[in-house]
């Protein structure tokens, strides 16, 4: 997910009662929840070189362990270092480390757990397996999340302000909306999954598809683009709450398999770090003046506002 939604999950931890365990719990728990995303500074790398270090290391068990831990060194050293110079907020409650320490990894562990949620994908187990997962749930960017979540956590503040003893009602309510919205995702996205492989199977004679995809679109959580592979093709269609499963009709050759890409991985090898990451890929193969190019897109990643971002072009015999 996109780092404002996990900085809310952990504030929304916070304000629903994690807050009163140790003194600079709220900037923890936000911290810890982004943590993992040290690796961003992958993209330093150029090209689509990041694509197969983002989501993979910091994200897997052992980032999981020492993450934590080091933030709670880094929180206890920033507290100590406030007190020396005299700086220390004399309202801030006390460093109560193993309280400090668990709130670390409550918010470490809360922001594989949310990029689980979407299509983008994440090596769960690196370094012991580079798989992928994937969740299919929530679109990378969801603005229900993005709504819920702060009205929780401002009405729980301002009940705080006023002295309320009730002032964490609101953030766990907001909390389990959350949560129960996310259960709904999940549950929609497998039936869609499940009514467009009857659908392809049935339109394609009673020949199973190898793979099907829900891909959540933004906004409409009540829809998926629904995404299918056969062999070397590939199909689109939609599913929608109210209307079902709907095909496109339509069969798209992937050319993985065309003699042109096995050329173009040898020239560029930002491809083969595309394709690592990469779950639906296909590629089209055109001529200009004279030249082979090799467009290798992901089908999970056409839509036109996206322009090229994550599109590998490699010119073959140049």
Known sequence: MDNFTHSLAGWALSQAGLKRKTGLATATLIIAANLPDIDAVATLLGGHQHLAIR???????????VLPIVLTFAIIGFDRWQAKRGKRPTGRAPIRPVWLLALAFIGT???????????????LLEPF???WYYGDTLYIIDVWLWLILPIGIWYSRKLEKKGSGRWRTPALIVVAMALAYIQFNSWFT??????????????????????????????KFWEREMLWRQDDGYGT????????????????????DNPAMAFARQKNPDLD?????????????????????????????????LGDRFTVTTVINE
């Not at 039936?191 to 906004?219: C, F």
């Not at 089209?284 to 036109?304: C, F, M, Q, S, Y």
Request: no cysteine; glycine share 8%; net charge positive.
């Open 55 to 65: 989501r993979g290391i910091t994200h897997g068990p052992i980032a999981m362990i």
């Open 109 to 123: 562990w809360s922001h594989p757990a949310l990029d689980l949620m979407n299509s983008y994908g994440v090596r």
């Open 129 to 131: 397996s580079s798989q």
């Open 190 to 219: 497998k039936r869609a999954v499940l009514k467009t492989s009857v659908a392809v199977t049935l339109a394609d004679q009673g020949n199973l598809p190898e793979q099907v995809v829900a891909n959540p679109v933004p906004v």
């Open 237 to 256: 269609g939609q599913y929608s709450l109210a209307n079902g499963a709907g095909l496109s009709g339509e069969r798209f050759a992937s050319n993985m």
């Open 273 to 305: 770090a595309y394709l690592f990451w990469s779950r639906m890929p296909f590629a089209k193969i055109e001529e200009h003046n004279g030249k082979t190019v090799v467009i290798v897109r992901d089908a999970r990643l056409t839509n036109p506002l």
